[in-house]
């Protein structure tokens, strides 16, 4: 199988304070990894993409200060929302690829169980 | 940007029903992809199309890539109350990126 896990799968701060969410592959190694944020009732909007030892990619308007994304090794990378406000409660899930393309056109993303962030 | 245009929005269903939905886009795509997301869960791979007019089946779902790389559809054959969800669509874009349709949620009456 291919088993990506998130942790911790539900966490409430204070306005002000920092989180960090972890996401694993549990049983490959991902060479990328994706971070997608989820409001209520909408799509997933992809907000980064990661490559384990190099810096990840922001899609326009997401703010890499805030957002800080570590991809230190092949099986797990971190998103931390620094100073979160209420207004970045959201679902946030990871995605993780295995393989380096899709010449084969066998690899695709496998997501996480998402972590569902609430700011007070 | 990459646009995909998904509908329904929802639909209303008896249980046996088939179901069908399709994605669009004015862009031209290598991969289309379905997930199937349950209420406070990550998307889960329903299906995975890599070739221009590929169908493929997994059990009663069966998607096929549109010979214009534009478009995809999944139909869900003789529905169960289980299939109740939401429905997204993904094409992939360059680096390995996804766009998502905006979703079809299905609700299933037994």
């Known amino acids: 199988g291919a088993v990506v896990s998130q942790h911790p799968s539900r966490v409430i701060c204070k306005s002000g304070t920092s989180v960090k969410i972890e996401c694993r592959s549990l049983?490959?190694?991902?060479?990328?990894m994706f971070w997608y944020r989820q409001f209520p009732k909408q799509s997933l909007m992809l907000m980064a993409t990661?490559?384990?030892?190099?810096?990840?990619?922001?899609e326009q308007g997401v703010e890499k200060d805030k957002f800080l994304i570590n991809h230190a090794s092949l099986t797990l990378s971190t998103l931390t929302v620094t100073s979160a406000h209420p207004e970045d409660s959201s679902f946030y899930i990871c995605?993780?690829?295995?393989?380096?393309?899709?010449?084969?056109?066998?690899?695709?993303?496998?997501f996480g169980p998402g972590t569902r962030l609430t700011v007070l | 940007g990459q646009q995909l245009n998904q509908s329904p929005q929802s639909m209303f269903i008896q249980e046996g029903e088939d179901v069908s939905m399709n994605c669009t886009s004015s862009s031209i795509f290598n991969t289309w992809l379905w997930y199937k997301q349950d209420p406070g869960e990550g998307p889960v791979l329903l299906i995975a199309l890599y070739k221009a007019g590929e169908l493929t089946s997994n059990g009663r779902l069966t998607a096929q890539f549109g010979i214009t790389r534009k478009d995809s559809f999944l139909n869900i054959s003789a529905s169960i109350p289980s299939d109740v969800g939401i429905y997204f669509c993904?094409?992939?874009?360059?680096?390995?990126?996804?766009?998502f349709g905006e979703g079809t949620q299905l609700t299933v009456n037994p």
């Open positions: 049983d490959f190694q991902a060479t990328t």
């Open positions: 993904a094409a992939e874009t360059s680096g390995s990126r996804l766009t």
């Open positions: 995605s993780a690829r295995r393989g380096w393309g899709n010449l084969l056109g066998t690899d695709t993303q496998y």
């Open positions: 990661s490559n384990e030892g190099s810096k990840a990619t922001y």
